[in-house]
């Protein structure tokens, strides 16, 4: 009877232990539906953008107090090295969602963020599971 009780009292542990950590791909994923982000066609800078890597699949775009998410086609891993082929854009002052490239990487969609919320999706970058 000890030795059911163990295993009973045991088991959903196990459940618990076996929960996927979420990603900060996954986190990002759902902070664009919750805050209801619009997906923009061209963004227009006034100068160079920098920009702050989230994930392998999104990166914050800043100039000039704007901010922007941009989100890959695909896992952009040349994000992190230190070879990298050119950005291609096709009018320096715009970057366009389909078109331009990242580092090489495509840019599928681009959303417009306001500083909080950059703020928040730079936190969910630094969380745990990536």
């Known amino acids: ?3 059911l009780t163990a295993v009973l009292m045991a088991t959903p542990l196990l459940g618990c232990a076996e929960q ?23 963004v227009r800078f006034r100068d160079q953008f920098n920009y702050k890597i989230i994930s392998d699949e999104y990166v914050i775009l800043t100039s000039r107090g704007d901010y922007y998410l941009a989100q890959f086609r695909r896992r ?50 630094q969380g745990p599971g990536e």
Not at 23 to 42: C, H, K, P, Q, Y
């Open 20 to 42: 996927p950590v979420a990603s900060a791909t996954d986190a990002v994923d759902d902070f664009i539906v919750v805050s209801e982000l619009e997906a923009l066609d061209v």
């Open 76 to 125: 952009c891993h040349e994000l992190n090295d230190n070879e990298f082929p050119p950005d291609i854009r096709y009018d320096r002052n715009k970057l366009r969602a389909g078109i331009d490239t990242i580092r090489g990487c495509r840019i599928d969609r681009l959303f417009a963020l306001d500083e909080a919320q950059a703020q928040e999706l730079e936190i969910l970058g």
């Open 1 to 3: 009877m000890k030795r």
